[in-house]
């Protein structure tokens, strides 16, 4: 269950989404939810789902990884969903319970949530997928630089710094949680059953060692970071420049469209 | 040859909960520069204070470390040090910063602020020196052991060190990860002329150095070529301290009256010595 | 009579985990009780996930597993009961401390198997006089131990539990030589005292040479061999192929053997190596 969590997997590929700025892509990244946002009607919606497939194909990561995700969020998605089944007005197509109305108008406000929180899914992926952890902070510490002329300087590389050592072991104390885990039960712990306090308490043994063994990784991770020079980021130089080039462009391009499109569907129909 | 590194009656001791603990007593150690030296102790016998010693990463309480001239109490030189004197640690999970292989080991050059295409060389060419190359985009995690500590070891050569400083950095790995460090290590001082100071309690990778250090008690207790370390079966075993399964084969038929010469280390070497005697 | 049987156990993982994980596919053998069987293979040949079916922590895709000829998945409710009568020492056991006191975290185990009061105390007393923790250590904290310290309580926290099987994933991982003489002492005076089932799984050819009555080797999710430990050790060629190493003493017979020396290859002790050699220069030299 632990392992079904896929945050901030790069998934490797020499795609144009692979090669283009990662500044640029966190820009149209977030460009494309407010325009999910901004979409009114199904027809601007459509038209944004079908830009999220385009760029799906051109991420060229296999669609497998993005149905993957769909495995977690599907509560989400299912709850959106029912909840907004019963919002709507408009024709009742169906009463359940005698009671409860079912309008094509809530058919649609559901179907429309519900597809809403998927693209904002998938294009969120997008962007995880084509860009490595790193190239992701290093983007975010870039986009953030201005704010290192109101003296904040070491804090956007703090940030940035804190985000690639997060990124980095959450596989790794994953991994430790269910070794922990079935340590615990191999003494005989019940983790499945009990009420609420019962099952809190059960976790006692699960979060102590992992915290102490946390603070000790972490230890172990500063003197390493001291033995290989680091200095608070002073003076610090990149290994990859982050250049703005023709794809970039283009894509951006394609990204202005995607936005008038939406806003003429909206207008329009 | 010339010493790149001097240990001058050097002290290391520390207060623990209002009781004063000497985990190092006086100690004087040349290192010689390109050479192979291996350190043997227990648990708590002060290696590891010693390693963390040879990079300023601690300095001792009393007495100096100079590296290549420069004495490790001198905080201009820190970096200098620093990158002279790389230290790899026991567990690899706990030294990899990034999510990339290639990202993790650039993480040194890019503190030193070399310019980008130099950095990129220095990753290149630390990842080919280790066997890691084509993994460079992979994810650490998804990687073997013993791999991974390639990757921490790339990270302190894609430094362009003189001394590499390994403290047990096969304690955690399996018998194909150990090796795999230990003959990256061999060639690393071969071909690329890197000092070695390997701290370890597997007597078996100390077979292959030039030179090995017996640690107890935060002192040196022997200090020659292995052949003759692995001679004093009692001291070593004394000091909770084992040898490898050959000389102790041969030094129990020497005691049978074989005319054996326990100096033998290799397997091959041991078996002619054995044939020899029975003839 | 056996205590463990394993019947065509299989185990796929569902794919599409980002972790590094070992299958088993139809794994058959038995273990008798009082026996002491080491495990070696490969890391990722399975092994990890062998024992942990043992226990019940993971569940068979398919197969069964007989503990006392009763299949431990009967009443999946009650698998739990299970782990108290075969213990797992996972590796590096000494990261699962958590309680305040040495004495609370050994008291884990046979707390959650029912135990309480005086018979609780009693349980782990036994245990710790057993193997060694002074009643001095009972108060303290087990964050404030020495390394291989640690180690041993958290065994102590398995065996508390007086398991009938007791199963060790490389027990001595990481401990300098004295550390794990240490803990070979340990198993061998738990089992000495309870005549307990023992699995080790180990990278040390020549551990196992010491302590094993039988080697069973995985490769790759198969059982690749299950037999007498000299016989395992004598078939080095098989065990090479696969990737595995023999005991150092055992290749020194090997070289002999080429050589054309009258020897075994089925030698895998200094002792019994010293023995073999004195007796073949006896009779050379009364010849």
């Known amino acids: 269950m632990l392992k079904d969590i896929t945050i901030g997997q790069y998934y490797e590929g020499k795609s144009l989404l692979h090669k283009s700025d990662p500044r640029m892509k966190i820009i149209w990244l977030i460009a494309l ?122 804090a956007v590389h703090t940030l940035a710094m804190m985000m690639t050592i997060t990124l980095r072991f959450i596989p790794t104390l994953i991994e430790e949680a269910e070794k922990i885990m079935n340590a615990q039960k191999a003494r005989g712990a019940d983790l499945e059953s009990g009420g609420l306090t019962k099952r809190v308490k059960a976790l006692i043994p699960i979060l102590v060692p992992l915290l102490i063994s946390a603070v000790r990784r972490s230890y172990e991770l500063a003197a390493a970071m001291e033995c290989r020079c680091y200095n608070g980021g002073e003076g610090k130089t990149r290994m990859k420049k982050m250049r703005l080039s023709l794809i970039d462009l283009f894509l951006s391009l394609a990204c202005i469209i995607i936005g008038a499109g939406i806003i003429t569907l909206n207008i329009l129909l | 040859m010339d010493n790149i590194i001097e240990i001058k009656n050097a002290t290391y001791s520390y207060t623990d909960e209002g009781i004063s603990h000497i985990a190092l007593n006086n100690i004087s150690l040349n290192i010689k520069k390109g050479s192979f030296t291996v350190i043997l102790g227990h648990n708590g016998s002060g290696k590891s204070t010693l390693a963390k010693l040879l990079n300023g990463l601690n300095t001792p309480t009393s007495g100096d470390i100079i590296v290549d001239g420069m004495n490790t109490r001198d905080e201009e030189k820190e970096l200098e040090i620093k990158r002279k004197v790389g230290l790899v640690f026991q567990n690899p999970d706990n030294q990899l910063i990034a999510s990339i292989v290639e990202e993790d080991v650039a993480f040194g050059p890019e503190n030193l602020g070399l310019e980008p295409e130099k950095i990129r060389e220095c990753v290149d060419e630390a990842l080919k020196s280790v066997g890691m190359y084509e993994f460079r985009k992979s994810t650490p995690h998804k990687l073997s052991g013993g791999q991974k500590q390639r990757i921490a070891i790339a990270g302190i050569i894609a430094m362009s060190p003189d001394v590499l400083v390994l403290d047990e950095p096969t304690a955690m790995l399996d018998p194909k990860g150990r090796a795999e460090i230990i003959s990256t290590l061999h060639y690393l001082n071969k071909e690329k002329n890197i000092t070695v100071v390997l701290i370890t309690h597997y007597m078996e990778e100390a077979e292959n150095a030039d030179r090995v250090i ?33 000389t102790e084969l041969l030094y129990a038929l020497k005691q049978k009256g074989f005319k054996v010469n326990t100096k033998a280390l290799s397997i091959e070497d041991t078996a002619k010595e054995i044939a020899k005697a029975l003839k | 009579m056996s205590v463990l049987e394993i019947k065509s156990l299989t185990h796929s993982y569902t794919d599409g985990s980002p972790f590094i994980n070992d299958a088993v596919s139809d794994v058959s053998f038995s273990v008798e009780k009082g026996e002491i069987i080491g495990i070696i293979g490969h890391t990722g040949s399975g092994k990890s996930t062998l024992v942990q079916h043992l226990n019940g922590l993971l569940k068979p895709t398919s197969g069964e597993i007989l503990f006392e000829s009763e299949n431990i998945w009967q009443k999946p409710k009650e698998i739990r009961k299970i782990r108290s009568k075969v213990g797992l020492v996972f590796q590096y056991p000494e990261y699962q401390l958590f309680e305040e006191t040495v004495f609370a975290d050994i008291a884990f185990g046979p707390k959650n198997m029912g135990l309480s009061g005086d018979e609780l105390t009693r349980q782990v007393e036994e245990i710790c006089r057993l193997i060694g923790i002074k009643e001095e250590y009972y108060s303290k904290s087990p964050f404030d131990l020495s390394g291989g310290e640690k180690r041993r309580v958290a065994i102590a926290g398995v065996m508390a539990m007086k398991p009938e099987v007791i199963i060790f994933d490389e027990p001595t991982a990481g401990l300098d030589p004295k550390g794990r003489e240490e803990i070979t002492e340990i198993i061998k005076a738990y089992r000495e005292s309870t005549g307990a089932t023992v699995i080790i799984i180990s990278h040390s050819m020549e551990d196992m040479a010491e302590i094993a009555d039988k080697i069973l080797v995985m490769n790759k999710g198969k059982l690749e061999m299950f037999d007498e430990t000299d016989k395992v050790f004598s078939n080095g060629a098989h065990l090479k192929e696969i990737g595995l190493n023999v005991p150092t003493v055992t290749k020194v017979f090997e070289k002999l053997y080429d050589m054309g020396i009258d020897v075994e290859k089925d030698v895998f002790t200094v002792n019994k190596a010293v023995e073999i050699l004195t007796e073949l220069k006896g009779r050379d030299n009364n010849a």
């Open chain 1, 33 to 154: 939810i407010v325009l999910i946002f901004l979409a009114q009607n199904m027809y601007a919606l459509g038209f944004a789902a079908i830009s999220v497939i385009i760029a799906i194909v051109i991420s060229r990561v296999p669609i497998k990884m993005y149905l993957k995700n769909m495995k977690t969020i599907l509560p989400i998605l299912l709850f959106t969903a029912v909840i907004n089944l019963f919002y709507g007005e408009g024709e009742v197509l169906f009463s359940l319970f005698g009671k409860i109305n079912i309008t094509d108008g809530g058919i649609y406000r559901s179907v429309f949530m519900a597809l809403r929180i998927l693209l904002f899914i998938f294009i969120s992926s997008v962007l995880t997928y084509t860009t490595t952890p790193n190239d992701l902070t290093d983007a975010i510490e870039s986009l953030l630089s201005p704010l290192k002329f109101i003296g904040l300087k070491s």
């Open chain 2, 214 to 246: 017996v640690m107890n008690d935060g002192e040196i207790i022997n200090d020659g070529k292995p052949e003759d370390i692995f001679q004093n079966v009692k001291q070593l075993k004394e000091v909770g301290l084992d040898v490898p399964q050959t």
